[in-house]
């Protein structure tokens, strides 16, 4: 190795990755196309985090330009910087640097949509204001054109004191180079002159920043003050000021009325002039298929529509994740098995395949239906179609007590309850977040589906009435149940603990788009590491938890017994006997140890409380471990009916049938199973809904209630129903 | 005349808006206020909620807040 070979690059071929030298907030209104522009920018080099103290989470992305590279952040999209609801206000806080740990943007990239250049410049001049270097970007032009609004750039640039704007076209790349040329020069520039809109507010601003000057309030920070009384910064400007001279300049500029009315007025009265000489509509040319979505788009036609988009996604969710499920769950028996055969029989084996093998497949068979369901609803938001279902809905959620925003996180709630609370976070009014929070776990979720479909194959029988089977009937009530006792609890709470103002509506209602691809998978993967981050970790820990109490203590007795047993059949049997034979002395060893393990005397020991709904242990054993995650009830009545763990449907229903009381009557009755299902109807049995309550709601006060409440409603109406049904 | 009688299909200038009724300034943040065209473009089943256009922007209102809101029609340009 003498020789040095010198290998000659060319320049242009090496690709240097900059880090970030500064962050900036990619900020606009919701629907503006703004974080398929993000995406186009940052690529895949994206992460999600969390602010320090906010449930919100923190998506962030680099671009890499020509000599440098910057930190995007994408903010949900916002109309103002009033913040109505939980996620609006993430926004405005980042924005404005409230978050404790992370510092305000050194810079804005606004995105204005150009067929709503109305509601983008609202929020543009009130970014303005904040005096921090900003590029505009201009998406959505080829639906502008395409629509026939002609705006003229130079004119805007003009009215927007010469800042320049950008016009994109996000989903082809188009104008993406020019963007990315003004981002590179962001730091050297000058942040944008205020816009005329309201001279008053601004002269005021600019002498209260003079007298205040030791206080360290920026200009944003003044008017914000100004214009929302109750907030912090309103209260240092009251105290350095006084109440009274604050209140006199209020009144001078906002009148007797709300100040974001005075605001909405001044700052739409300007907009209005702008677009007046910077925007022109040609007569609209009715473009093949406009004629059809306006029919659709009638009462009738869009609520049927509705449901039928519903009935094809669920639909969808159960049929095609059914194969996958099936195949998860092979997958992880087979794994099991090959551990088993494998390691020596002991603790250390049945912990690593009934408790870390079991524990990640119970997580990630719910996978399949989550992320077709998330699918679905990610594509239904970004074409608008969500926000048409809410203004649909809305007047059926109003006799609850609610309003057509709580139809979203309701429907997200029939796969899983975990995404469903995180999507209330669009909800501006705090009770009625709440409300829709504690009706979301009612619905029929997807790990309730096992427990239901193994009781009714056992009890209910196979039979149509009329044009319907029993069973399918007997399915759906059950969702009905959900549904009724759900919005029950929602029209009872807005009537008692979260009693107030009746909720608000006030909807953009965007208008149908195709959503882009990228923006989709992105979004789908988010969601996917939020919900395995989030359930994920919960459901496992539960599950280990669960194998722990049911292997734990072991009989050395029943293992030897076990053996001597085995022995015996080994000797008088042979072949698939013998085979068939040990299994069935293995699964009753099973059963013998879990009646003694802690999950079994907790069954024994709490059977009193349950006899009245006519559980016996078993029934009560396996109940007691389905408080933490309620998918596992199947398994544990498949040991405890000593069938084995992955029993088939038919011997473990075959096993419930002819199980007895000691007296000889049978267990199962009618009156007992229907009391069962309503059981598992209401009961919160899930410990990732409860933590995820808890982390939304900032405190244990609404998963304690939520589950107090929802065990006890679940514990009455099983109650009433075995007694009526015994009686009758 | 307030916007809670306007007919689908039907445009008119808004003259004036009461900010005092509840969940009238989170419209006017939407950008309904004084002087702008709107039209009635549809409707939930019942009327109720409408959906109203300003600019080509749609919002969806209650008929409890539309009255809030003053007009008066114009002939719509069809």
Known sequence: MSEVETAYIPVDKISIRHRATASIAVIGNPNSGKSTLFNRLTGLRQTTGNYPGVTVEKHSGTVQLNGSALELVDLPGIYCLGGFSADERIAVDVVLGRIEGTPRPDGLLVVLDATHLYQGLYLLQQLMEMQLPMVVAMTMTDVATASGIDISIEVLQRHLGGIQIYPVVATSGRGLDTLKEALEAIANATAPAVPESWPELSSTADELVKSTADTGLPRIDVIQALIHPESKRAAILEEHLGNRTIAEIRDRLFGKEPPQAAEARH????????LQEAQHRAPLIER???????????????????????????????????????????????????????????????????????????????????????????????????????????????????????????????????????????????????ATIMAAPFMTCSARLPVYALLIAAFVP??????????????????????????????????????????????????????????????????????????????????????????????????????????????????????????????????????????????????????????????????????????????????????????????????????????????????????????????????????????????????????????????????????????? | MTLRELHPGQSARIDAVDASQPGVVRLMVLGLIEGVEVQYQNSAIGGDPMEVSVYGAAISIRKQQAASFRISPITPNV
């Not at chain 1, 700052?267 to 702008?274: A, F, I, K, L, M």
């Not at chain 1, 009738?300 to 159960?318: C, E, K, N, R």
């Not at chain 1, 395995?532 to 109490?549: D, H, N, S, Y």
């Not at chain 1, 393990?597 to 242990?617: H, K, Q």
């Open chain 1, 267 to 274: 700052r739409y009265g300007w907009v209005h002039s702008v």
């Open chain 1, 288 to 434: 093949y298929g406009a004629r059809t979505r306006r029919w659709l788009n009638r009462p009738w036609p869009s609520t049927i529509m509705f449901f039928a988009v519903m009935a094809l996604v669920f639909q969808a969710v159960f049929s095609w994740a059914t194969p996958l499920m099936g195949g998860i769950d092979l997958g992880a028996t087979f794994l099991a098995d090959q551990v088993a055969a494998v390691l020596p029989q002991g603790a250390l084996s049945s912990f690593i395949t009934d408790g870390v093998i079991a524990g990640v497949g119970s997580v990630i068979v719910f996978l399949p239906q989550i992320l077709i369901l998330f699918l679905f609803i990610i594509v239904l938001e970004d074409s608008g179609f969500l926000a048409r279902a809410a203004f649909l809905m809305d007047r059926i959620m109003r006799s609850v007590g609610l309003s057509g925003q709580s139809v979203i996180p309701m429907l997200s709630s029939f796969a899983c309850a975990v995404p469903a609370i995180m999507a209330t976070r669009v909800i501006p009014n705090r009770r009625d977040r709440i």
């Open chain 1, 462 to 728: 196979d039979e149509s009435v009329g044009w319907f089977n029993l069973q399918g009937l007997v399915l759906l009530g059950l969702y009905l149940l959900g549904i009724v006792g759900g919005l029950a609890t929602a029209w009872l709470l807005k009537r008692s603990a979260l009693r107030g103002p009746k909720p608000q509506f006030a909807l953009a209602l965007p208008e149908f788009r195709w959503p882009n691809l990228q923006t989709v998978l992105i979004k789908l993967l988010d969601r996917a590491r939020i919900f395995l981050k989030r359930a994920g970790t919960v459901i496992f820990a539960v599950a280990i938890i669960v194998w722990g109490l049911a292997y734990f203590p072991r009989s050395a007795e029943i293992q030897t017994n076990l053996h001597s047993t085995i022995s015996q059949a080994e000797s008088s049997y042979r072949g698939d006997q013998l085979e068939k034979e040990v299994r069935e002395l293995e699964n009753h060893a099973a059963a013998a140890q879990l009646e003694q393990s802690y999950l079994g005397r907790a069954g024994r020991f709490i059977e009193p409380v349950f006899t009245p709904l006519g559980w016996d242990w078993r029934v009560s054993a396996a109940v007691i471990a389905g408080f933490p995650a309620r998918e596992v009830v199947v398994a544990v009545m498949g040991t405890i009916y000593a069938v084995g763990e992955e029993a088939e449907e038919a011997s473990l229903t075959g096993k419930l049938r002819s199980a007895t009381w000691p007296d000889g009557r049978p267990i199962f009755t009618v009156p007992m199973v229907l009391g069962l299902l309503l059981f598992y109807a209401w009961c919160l049995q899930c410990a990732a809904t409860i933590a995820t309550i808890r982390r939304e709601t900032n405190g244990w006060r609404w998963p304690l209630f939520a589950w107090t409440y929802m065990t006890t409603i679940g514990y009455v109406g099983a109650l009433l129903i075995y007694q009526l049904g015994s009686i009758l």
